[in-house]
């Protein structure tokens, strides 16, 4: 082999060094990636399982929400239970509380004290039981509405009540026994010349307090009262007796006494509804209303005897009630409830004594329960007994009692919500009492008879409304000293700024309802005029503080750093309160009149409260503006400075290209700043509820209070009985608030992804 060039060929060459192969990774390296990308995929695991976990829960607390919803839209659930044969017809019938036993009247005046496991007569009573009176001398027979008294006419012009006492007694092992007792019976004259009476009606109060009225044979009401009132002092009873006598009416079909006995109303065969005031005397005419030209074939009372239910010959059912009209003095009988027509005369109406739920029967043996305030169908159906005579609501609600001839049927009912429909909730309800349609939240009141009025509307109204006074203060503020701060003041004051604004944010809301309801409102009351004045003086303080800055010269200036012009602002903000405090009470004489209530009231009829939306909208606002100033400050920050130097490098000032190029380029931002504000606002709660007086009421006027979602869950929620309605009523108040902010939310993303892109080319 030759050499080239004295030397051999690389490939040739046996005394050079071969070169070192590549290395491979060590072992080391490759645990130190594999451990690396362990801990990148399970940081992504755990944090998509956060995620995933985030809306597991939300989903969850919605789910629970809507399983505690949904029973309001459930309708009356009907099953016929035992049915119990009993000798004789049955003309009225009265139930235990407990359900356990019926005391049934016969035609023939007995009383059947029956148990209603076995169907066994327990007890007898005569209703008559007097020598003078024969077996045939009970004319009518019936039983008030509502009550337990059981009452006859008698053929020689007297009225007998029955009361029916249920004793309940506890045994020491737990168990219940209920037993019948009959107090002293009642017996009224009313008609003195001992003719037959005609149509009749009873009420008793015990034995001390009675009333009967009837229509004699001359056409003539008569009325009877008695009265036994017991001496504080002596001891001494003295009895009292009032008879009433009016005119002659056409013939009566149905007559009523309120318990109250001092309202009786009547019906009669040509659809005419007549009403007559006792408490007044007899020298008063009867007020009388037209409800058609059809028979009235049954008349009852609803809970609280004030609101009757009329049946006519032709179906129809409606509610009527007392209502005195705008400006008036007297109450008017009026129809204020329709419902579904039945196929032919209602023969009985048996109501309810927990609420205003009321079952009605036509003479072709349908039945229907029907709820009077919200005007609900609740169910339709047939009775279980055929040629039913009498029925009624056990105490509870919870079941009805059917009896015709020879039998007597129960029938366990499943209503829990029967007040609550959409026009309840979200609509005017004519509520008794009222002299109008309106929307009403109340959830209690401090009587039995008490109409529970839940309509959400008011609170509905009230949440856009604080939310509106709050935003109304804290958006001008939190966006436009976001934009000085970022804009416009030197970074190193920024530093020190920003962070205080955002401390703000820590403030426990509790504490600045506390401070708003116990300070702010009573100083505020004080010193309107002076927050009426900040709105006149405070811009013209800072617009002076501006000229007389830039009246500087430009050399002086030049020396401070840019924003230190805050300080003299801050100067003539703090001069300019001052001022207004000052110059309150010159300010109400001069404009107000001295006193800026009354004015406020003489010329605009509002009445001023001391806890108002204004309140609420400083105090809310304050806990509003922090947040709406650091998101809206990041937004200007993050405007490429490229901008706007190119902007200022233009030609353009300082002032166009921030209102001209950064407020656009920011806008999505600003306007995410502006809605979670919003959502914070709307869902604040402690404020709203210390600072207002949580009055539910539909107006906008910023001088009285209202009252909010939020603050109703949190008033209400603690007294409300466990899957109650107002209960599911206040989860229902939730789900509204959850929809809302969901609702509100998404379409403000969207327009802040529009705005994004609209934005985005500059």
């Not at 192969?21 to 956060?50: K, L």
């Not at 309940?168 to 037993?179: L, P, W």
């Not at 919200?374 to 609600?397: I, N």
Request: with cysteine; proline share 6%; aromatic share 10%.
């Amino acid at each position: 082999m030759t050499a080239l060039n004295g030397r051999l060929p690389p490939a040739l060459a046996t005394d050079e060094k071969p070169r070192p192969a590549r290395r491979s990774p060590s072992a080391a390296t490759a645990r130190t990636a594999a451990r690396r990308i362990f801990v990148d995929r399970a940081a992504r695991w755990v944090v998509t399982g956060g995620g995933m976990a985030i809306i597991a829960s939300i989903l969850g607390i919605l789910f629970f929400i809507l399983l505690e919803v949904l029973p309001l839209t459930r309708s009356a659930r009907i099953a016929v239970g035992q049915t119990i044969a009993v000798d004789q017809d049955i003309e009225a019938l009265t139930v235990d509380e407990y359900q356990t036993h019926a005391a049934l009247l016969e035609p023939g005046g007995v009383i059947q004290i029956v148990r209603l496991a076995d169907g066994k007569v327990i007890t007898e009573k005569r209703l008559a039981d007097r020598p003078d009176l024969p077996e045939t001398g009970l004319i009518a027979t019936r039983v008030p509405p509502g009550g337990t008294a059981v009452t006859a006419s008698t053929i020689d012009g007297r009225v007998l009540a029955q009361t029916i006492e249920w004793r309940t007694e506890f045994a020491s092992d737990g168990s219940r026994s209920v037993h019948p007792d009959f107090p002293e019976p009642v017996t009224l004259e009313v008609d003195l010349e001992r003719r037959p009476l005609g149509t009749f009606a009873a009420q008793l109060d015990g034995p001390n307090r009675a009333s009967a009225a009837a229509q004699l044979a001359d056409g003539s009401v008569a009325v009877v009262k008695r009265e036994a009132t017991e001496n504080a002092f002596s001891g001494e009873i003295l009895r009292s007796e009032t008879r009433l006598s009016f005119t002659a009416v056409p013939p009566l079909t149905q007559l009523l006494i309120d318990r109250e006995q001092q309202n009786l109303y009547g019906g009669t065969a040509g659809g005419d509804l007549y009403w007559w005031k006792l408490d007044q005397g007899d020298d008063f005419p009867p007020q009388i209303a037209s409800a058609g030209a059809f028979e009235i074939t049954a008349l009852s009372f609803l809970i609280g005897d004030r609101s009757l239910v009329v049946g006519q010959a032709n179906g129809s059912l409606s509610v009527w009630f007392p209502v005195r009209p705008t400006g008036e003095e007297s109450f008017l009988l009026s129809r204020i409830h329709d419902f579904p027509r039945h196929a032919s005369a209602i023969r009985l109406i048996a109501p309810s004594q927990r609420n205003r739920t009321f079952i009605a029967k036509d003479e072709g043996g349908d039945l229907g329960i029907y709820f009077s305030t919200s005007e609900r169908t609740l169910w339709r159906g047939r009775s279980p007994v055929e040629g039913a005579t009498a029925m009624t609501l056990s105490p509870k609600g919870d079941g009805a009692f059917v009896a015709g001839p020879g039998q007597l049927a129960f029938v366990k009912i499943e209503n829990p919500h029967p007040e609550i429909s959409w026009k309840a909730l979200f609509g005017k309800v004519f509520y008794e009492g009222y002299e109008q349609p309106e929307y009403a939240w109340q959830s209690t009141g401090g009587t039995d008879d008490f109409e529970a009025k839940l309509s959400l509307t008011p609170l509905l109204v009230g949440t856009l409304k604080g939310t509106f006074y709050s935003l109304l203060l804290a958006i001008p503020l939190g966006v436009l000293g976001a934009m000085f701060a970022s804009q416009f003041l030197h970074p190193r004051l920024l530093a020190y700024i920003k962070p205080t604004v955002e401390i703000m944010a820590a403030l426990p809301s509790v504490v600045l309802g506390f401070l708003a309801g116990l300070w702010l409102a009573p100083s505020l009351e004080r010193y309107f005029p002076a927050l009426i004045l900040t709105f006149l003086v405070l811009p013209l303080a800072v617009w002076l503080a501006g000229l007389a800055w830039n009246a500087v010269p430009l050399a002086v200036r030049g020396r401070f750093p840019a924003g230190s012009e805050i300080g003299l602002y801050l100067i003539a903000v703090v001069v300019g309160l001052l001022a207004c405090f000052e110059l309150s009470p010159l300010f109400e004489r001069l404009v107000f009149g001295g006193d800026f209530q009354s004015w406020l009231l003489a010329a605009t009829g509002l009445k001023y409260d001391q806890r108002n939306a204004v309140v609420v909208g400083l105090a809310m606002g304050f806990a509003v503006i922090p947040i709406i100033f650091a998101i809206s400050e990041d937004a200007f920050s993050n405007v490429p400075r490229n901008l706007v130097s190119g902007s200022l490098a233009l030609g353009a000032n300082r002032w166009q290209t921030v209102t001209r190029v950064v407020l656009p380029t920011a806008s999505p931002g600003i306007f995410s700043a502006i809605m979670i504000g919003f959502g914070r606002a709307i869902g604040e709660t402690m404020i709203v509820l210390m600072a207002t007086g949580n009055t539910p009421i539909m107006e906008m006027n910023a001088f009285n209070g209202f009252r909010t979602l939020s603050a109703n869950i949190a008033v209400e929620i603690p007294e409300a009985p466990h899957r109650g309605t107002l209960y599911r009523t206040l989860f229902l108040a939730a789900l509204l608030l959850f929809a809302l902010t969901f609702v509100i939310n998404t379409a403000a993303e969207l327009v802040r992804q529009r705005l994004r892109r609209k934005y985005a080319q500059l």
